[in-house]
Every structure is written in C-alpha cells, then in structure tokens.
C-alpha cells in the first residue's frame, strides 16, 4: 500500500517526488491494465485468463500437446498387489500411479461413517499399443471385510483407440443402505478389464479421492420421476476460439456458447463446465470435413460428460467418412441431488453441482484416411433450467467447493460473446484474486484515475 500512496502524491503534484520523477504521460490505461494482471498473478492462489494473441497462442499450444497432462503436485504413489500393503489415499488429494497388464493393484481409503466417498482413476495407455474394444481398466471399492460397494469399468470403445480412460468407484452411505455403512479401513482396487488382450506395457494412472458430507437434514429419497427432456435449438453464432486442455487438471473453462477449436486424430482435449443445482447441460460436438473425403473410422468422435468427481455421466460417438459430422449427448435431467437414487446411471452420476467436465476424443484411426489434420472443432454448449440453492451440507467436501459453483469458476468460464482482452480482463482479474487482492487493485485503479483527471 506503501507505494500506492507515494505514486498518488508524486501524481497529485505532477512534479517529482523526493525520491523520483512524476508520473509520466504515457502512464496510460494499457499500462493500468498490466500493472494489474502482473499483481494479480503473483498472489498466492491467484488466476489470469489469457488476453489477446499470445493467450491463444499459448493456450494452443498447450492443446496441441501429445499425451495427457497429469495434476501439477500429483503425489506419486505405488499400487500394491494385496490389501496387506495398501498405501493410503487421502481425500482431497490428486495421486500418480501405474497399472501393470496382469493382476490388481491396491489403494486404501480411511473413512468416517457420515461421509460418501468417491474414487476416480485415469488410465493413460501408451501411444503405440493397440486395444480392443472391451479393453480398459475395472475400479472397485470394498469394505475391510471384502464386501463390494461399488464396481465400475471404463472401455475404449468401438474405435479401439488408445485414450485416457476413467472409472469411479464409490462407498456411499445413507437411508436404506446394508452394506459399507461403517466406519474404518476401504480398499480400492485397479485392474484392467481384458488383460489377455491388452498391451503389454504399464499404463499411468492419475487417482482422485473426494468426500461428501451428509445433509444438515433428511430429504428426499426418491429421484425426480419427470423432467423437461426435449433437446432445445443449437445454438447459432460465430464460435469463439477456445483451445481445450490435456487433462482434468488443466481443463479449460467454458461456459454457453459456441467454441471453435482444432484437433488431431488420437488427441484428447478436456473443458471444464461450472453447473448450479438445477441446471442441465446440452452439448454437442461437430468436425469439420477433410479434403479427401473417402474413408470411414468408426466412432471416429467421442463426446462424454464426466461430473465434479470426473465419474463418467454420459457418452456419444460417431463414426467419420470426412464429410462434416456431429454428435450430441443424450437429454438429461436436471443436476439434484436425490438424482443418486435413480437406476439409470447417468441420471445417478448427475448428483451434486460442481464443475463438470466435456470430454472430446478423434480417433487415432482417423489419420489412415485422412491424415493428421488438424481438423476443425466446434463445440456448442447451453446450459437450461434454472439454478437453486443446494441441499444444505451439514460439513465441507473434501476438496473445499466441491460441489459448489464458486464466483472464481464463474468468472473464468466465458459464455457467449465475453471478451477476455483489455479491460474485461484485469476487472475479471481483480474479481478472481479475492476481496483483499481486489480491494489492493481497484485503489491502484483509483489513483491512475485522479492522477489523469489532475493533468488533465
């Protein structure tokens, strides 16, 4: 604050201090703007969208980039054979770990008897192996007693191309449950779902641990038996660039709108959608044609949806013969949270607000027929329903937010028409960096301003 003060008595004189020269006249708005972005990005926890052209060219480059980029701090952690040598996950916690082709690799959970539990992991093959169809990994959770909570399987699909796949695993407590309701040791286990058929290298795994806490008080326990389904209009509108991210980790905010960005054949990009309660996602995913428009790669494109603990939601594919082809997800209902009561899993997995996750795979195969691209992407994202309040948490998730759309996630995914240069810039800035951040910078903004008015 310090300095502040000293700049707004050098500007008040507009002569020179005791200790430097007055502002000059090229202290324009545009070096405001900087000062303001560079402050921001400094502070702990602080985060700065991208303006103008080197933005986007980083953010290209970024998703252009081969492979899958893990969690920035994930902690490195071996899986073992047996339950005897479980090393612990704790929740709100990232982990990298490994898969071999043969047998179950073992992790262990500590849990508390109020709290539902849920486990992601991210298989990452190898860019070279080759897959089948009903090749990926298995995700079990079960009690200290080996009694099964939950089992959950991810496959690579029709296009037997290699890609990072994700299961959940779950121990969930509440009204009516028999099994997996007490308190103490969990182990969760990885394992791949064909290993006869797999390739014969490791495959990397990045594993999440989240906790929800229980309601302050009962609810409903029944999911809702009727809601809009009809599929509404596309959206229209020019698309606005937006490069997708390579990971969970690193997803790239989006909000409504129509987005435009490229891809190549075995790529993965990843977007990450804030989703108040009571909201529903519509999504769908269009490639541009190639040039040479003979050939066919089966469920060339892959759409899925994957919710704030990344547990796959729902999925699309379709097939590619070069002429430009689009797919969509499947209607869904609203985001509740009695939806955990449902048979139909993508109904269940539509269970707490958060961010979720747009997930768009081109399948490797696609390059024998059409070469390596890039091929254009567009994305078209609305967002209906309209947003409530949530169900009362009678604790904090774990990771804090969680299921939560905070004002920082609101701000960094842009909706249709935003700008994210100049000005909108270092005010979205000074909103994300906090109140005590903000406060800081909007004075230093206030002192440019009575400084120009006093030349002026």
């Not at 303001?36 to 953010?59: D, F, R």
């Not at 073992?80 to 040598?85: E, F, I, K, L, P």
């Not at 309660?277 to 519509?282: A, F, L």
Request: one cysteine or more; a neutral charge.
């Amino acid at each position: 604050m310090g300095r502040w003060c000293t700049a707004r008595r050098r500007a008040g004189t507009g002569r020179a201090g005791p200790k430097g020269p007055a502002l000059p006249t090229a202290f324009t708005r545009t070096a405001v703007v900087a000062a303001v972005l560079a402050t921001t990005a400094a502070l702990p926890g602080a985060t700065v969208l991208a303006a103008g052209p080197a933005g986007t060219e980083a953010a290209d480059a970024a998703g252009a980039s081969a492979g899958y980029d893990f969690a920035d701090g994930a902690v490195p952690v071996a899986g073992a054979s047996d339950t005897a040598g479980a090393e612990t996950l704790a929740a709100g916690s990232v982990y990298r770990s490994s898969l071999p082709r043969n047998g179950t690799r073992y992790y262990r959970l500590d849990l508390d008897a109020a709290s539902d539990a849920y486990v992601s992991v991210t298989a990452i093959p190898g860019p070279g192996g080759e897959v089948t169809a009903v090749d990926g990994i298995r995700v079990s959770v079960r009690d200290a007693d080996g009694g099964s909570c939950s089992v959950h399987s991810a496959t690579f699909g029709a296009a037997r191309s290699p890609r990072p796949v994700t299961a959940w695993g779950m121990r969930e407590t509440g009204p009516g449950g028999t099994r997996c309701q007490d308190p103490g040791t969990y182990y969760v286990g990885v394992e791949r779902t064909r290993p006869q058929d797999s390739p014969p290298d490791d495959w990397d795994l990045e594993l999440t641990v989240a906790t929800e806490p229980g309601l302050r008080q009962a609810g409903a326990t029944k999911a809702p038996e009727t809601w809009d389904s009809a599929s509404p209009e596309p959206l229209d509108g020019e698309p606005e660039r937006r490069a997708g991210g390579s990971g969970f980790a690193h997803a790239t905010p989006l909000g409504q709108g129509v987005w435009r960005d490229d891809i190549r054949p075995g790529q993965t990009l990843y977007y990450r959608v804030p989703v108040d309660w009571g909201r529903q996602v519509y999504a769908t995913a269009e490639l541009a044609g190639s040039a040479d428009a003979s050939g066919y790669a089966t469920g060339a494109l892959r759409l899925a949806l994957h919710n704030p603990v990344r547990g796959e939601v729902v999925d699309a594919a379709k097939g590619y013969t070069g002429r430009r082809t689009t797919v969509g997800l499947a209607p869904l209902p609203p985001v509740a949270y009695p939806n955990r009561y449902a048979t139909a899993g993508r109904v269940a997995a539509l269970r707490f607000a958060g961010d979720y996750y747009l997930v768009v795979h081109l399948a490797a195969q696609a390059a024998d027929d059409f070469g390596q691209g890039p091929f254009g992407l567009t994305l078209r994202l609305r967002l209906g329903g309209a947003a409530r309040s949530g169900p009362g948490y009678a604790g904090e998730s774990r990771p804090q937010g969680l299921f939560e759309v905070s004002a920082r996630n609101r701000i960094a995914a842009p909706g249709s028409g935003s700008g994210t240069a100049g000005d909108d810039t270092a005010m979205k800035a000074v909103a994300v960096g906090g109140i005590g951040t903000g406060s800081l910078l909007l004075v230093g903004l206030a002192v440019w301003t009575a400084a120009t008015r006093r030349r002026t």
